[in-house]
């Protein structure tokens, strides 16, 4: 782990920086405080996945083509200027602007990062670690969250515009910091990209790849309705009588849990079959869903922390499998393909949610999710357990 310490720092000290998230705690009660309801924010998040599936796939062949390290720094760059037309927004416009600019930032990311680490692992012969360093920058990077989570609380009862101009600061320098990264080869010398044949070449191992479809169509069945969670969690759980203030509490619990399983949950992924993992995943995602839509405050929290750990575990299952099926020379831009269709089908998801969550009995709601979950996720797997 020394070497990659070595090759890999200004990534790690990149990932840090941009831990500091002072807005995680407090985003939704900023929204509303600037007149949105839950519906509005439903609409607005789906800002975010229509400039992801706008900006997905040629910021993946801009990554291919001028390197990943300048992707990176151009989606820091970006995610700043949301976050400014964010905290000096008071219409629904401006903030779906930014959203929209957000969902650009993490079009130029997504897909970048991923190929950055490996192709440098890769490079050093270490690439079988990459689940392992997967693990690690989360864990690196939720330290970050965990410490901005508890003061971001504490800085928006202060000052509610506070969050976002330290965050602002943060991702400056996450952006400096990268400055210092050396980027693996991972093309031919003078190798000229046709952004076209790229196109197609990165679209066609996603279908044609069973193990890659496979498991695109799963992720689809556990996480669908987890903008229903998240985008309404800090107001359920105050209405249930969590007090304001322990809201960042509440999120640096989750960030600790997160750190901690960067660590432990890679090693369960080398430890154990990831298909069997896949299945425990599928079950857990359904029975805390349908324990989140119950008024117990200590069930819904207990229920919320396990479900902060899961897109990360599936995360370190999915970087265990996938670059294996994926050449160097495309990685980038099939893995922003890949994000592609699902931002593609995730826009209308947030508006849908946050509506869903304005108007039905939550208990019933949630309920109805775990269960879609349960047996969607489950029928998909017995039907494609030969091709993962």
């Known amino acids: 782990m020394k070497?990659?310490?070595?090759?890999?720092?200004?990534?790690?000290?990149?990932?840090?920086?941009?831990?500091?998230?002072?807005?995680?705690?407090?985003?939704?009660?900023?929204?509303?405080?600037?007149?949105?309801t839950l519906a509005d924010i439903g609409f607005i998040a789906t800002?975010?996945?229509?400039?992801?599936?706008?900006?997905?796939?040629?910021?993946?062949?801009?990554?291919?083509?001028?390197?990943?390290?300048?992707?990176?720094i151009i989606s820091l760059l970006l995610l700043i200027i949301a976050l400014l037309l964010k905290v000096t927004a008071y219409s629904k416009i401006q903030f779906f602007i930014a959203a929209f600019m957000i969902g650009a930032a993490w079009a130029f990311s997504s897909g970048a990062l991923q190929a950055l680490i490996y192709d440098k692992l890769k490079e050093n012969k270490l690439e079988k670690l990459n689940s392992k360093i997967t693990g690690?920058?989360?864990?690196?990077?939720?330290?970050?969250?965990?410490?901005?989570?508890?003061?971001g609380a504490w800085i928006f009862a202060y000052n509610i515009t506070y969050p976002y101009w330290l965050s602002m600061l943060f991702c400056g320098m996450a952006a400096?910091?990268?400055?210092?990264?050396?980027?693996?080869?991972?093309?031919?010398?003078?190798?000229?990209?046709?952004?076209?044949?790229?196109?197609?070449?990165?679209?066609?191992?996603?279908?044609?790849?069973?193990?890659?479809?496979?498991?695109?169509?799963?992720?689809?069945?556990?996480?669908?309705?987890?903008?229903?969670?998240?985008?309404?969690?800090?107001?359920?759980?105050?209405?249930?009588?969590?007090?304001?203030v322990?809201?960042?509490?509440?999120?640096?619990?989750?960030m600790l849990l997160r750190i901690i399983g960067g660590i432990y949950l890679p090693k369960l992924v080398e430890k154990f079959d990831y298909k069997k993992l896949i299945v425990i995943i599928i079950i857990l995602e359904a029975v805390t869903f349908m324990i989140l839509g119950t008024n117990f405050l200590y069930f819904v929290i207990a229920s919320a922390l396990i479900l902060g750990l899961l897109h990360p575990f599936w995360n370190y299952i999915d970087a265990h499998v996938v670059h294996k099926h994926?050449?160097?020379n495309i990685r980038a831009t099939a893995l922003s393909a890949r994000q592609m269709i699902i931002s593609l089908l995730w826009i209308p998801i947030p508006w849908l949610m946050g509506y869903l969550v304005n108007t039905f009995n939550k208990q019933t709601l949630f309920l109805v999710f775990g269960v879609v979950i349960l047996i969607s996720g489950l029928f998909v797997y017995v039907l494609r357990r030969d091709k993962l």
């Open 136 to 151: 690690l920058m989360d864990t690196i990077c939720f330290i970050g969250v965990f410490i901005s989570s508890i003061t």
């Open 176 to 244: 400096v910091s990268l400055l210092f990264f050396k980027e693996a080869k991972y093309k031919e010398k003078n190798e000229k990209i046709d952004a076209f044949k790229q196109f197609k070449s990165g679209f066609k191992l996603i279908f044609n790849k069973p193990t890659l479809f496979s498991l695109l169509l799963i992720y689809f069945t556990l996480f669908l309705f987890e903008e229903a969670w998240y985008n309404s969690n800090q107001k359920i759980l105050v209405d249930i009588g969590l007090p304001i």
């Open 3 to 36: 070497t990659t310490f070595k090759i890999l720092w200004p990534i790690y000290l990149s990932w840090f920086f941009v831990g500091f998230s002072f807005i995680t705690p407090i985003w939704i009660l900023f929204f509303q405080s600037r007149g949105l």
């Open 326 to 328: 994926i050449p160097s």
């Open 246 to 254: 322990f809201l960042g509490v509440y999120s640096s619990a989750i």
């Open 47 to 72: 800002a975010v996945y229509l400039g992801s599936v706008l900006f997905e796939y040629p910021t993946g062949i801009f990554a291919d083509k001028y390197g990943r390290k300048l992707s990176l």
